[in-house]
């Protein structure tokens, strides 16, 4: 399956499972279902899942950067804030996990460690740490990436660190099943939007 279509099932499916009035919950939610239905793919260097991690991996370094030009410059130091800040300090365990396990990702063969169960139990982890009952969102991103995954030609390696792998040959990467699950995935999508919307202005 290509990046979009993993992104737009993993929304959708997510939309489905997952019904809210939060505008909150489902903006989060949301970006967590594309992270859960991309992190899958990080164990290839050409997916949108590791040039996204790629991308946010360049940001931080930024930010980190200015972080430290303002500190010497004009005397203030973010960094204590963060530090001091009980809250943000929580993350920081859990963003620890998580960073290992992107590491593993990425050296791991393609579609074995993140394609399977222990790999979903694992990166899962975090987020729920970081995220609480959010990290529902990410789940089921991240289990409609591998139930897609399934689908293809290839074999995906679901109980790793075991050998075997399924594979149920009904398509091939950005054919016509792929093509068919985006658009239905993202019209599922806008209709549980215009869904939300009216049910929040209906709520106020």
């Known amino acids: 399956m290509t990046g979009k279509t993993h992104m737009a099932v993993g929304v959708g499916a997510a939309t489905i499972m997952l ?15 594309v992270i859960g239905s991309l992190i899958v793919d990080i164990d290839t260097h ?3 899942g590791f040039i996204f991690l790629k991308n946010l991996l360049g940001c931080a370094i930024i930010l980190i950067i200015l972080g430290l030009l303002v500190k010497f410059k ?13 809250e943000l300090t ?5 963003l620890g996990i998580l960073l290992i396990l992107i590491v593993l990702g990425t050296k791991a063969p393609h579609r074995s460690f993140t394609h399977s169960i222990i790999g979903f139990i694992l990166f899962t982890i975090p987020i729920y740490m970081m995220t609480g009952e959010l990290f529902k969102w990410f789940a089921i991103g991240y289990i409609a990436h591998i139930l897609a995954d399934m689908l293809n030609k290839k074999e995906i390696k679901i109980l790793y660190p075991m050998k ?9 990467a950005d054919g016509k099943v792929d093509k068919f699950l985006f658009i239905i995935s993202v019209g599922i999508i806008i209709l549980k ?11 106020h």
């Open 19 to 33: 019904p809210s009035n939060d505008i909150k919950s489902i903006l989060g939610g949301t970006a967590l279902a």
């Open 164 to 172: 075997k792998g399924i594979a149920l040959h009904l398509c091939s």
């Open 74 to 86: 004009f005397n203030i130091n973010i960094f204590n804030y963060i530090t001091q800040n009980k």
């Open 46 to 48: 050409k997916s949108k």
């Open 90 to 94: 929580k993350l920081f365990p859990a």
């Open 193 to 203: 939007y215009l869904s939300y919307i009216n049910s929040i202005v209906n709520w």
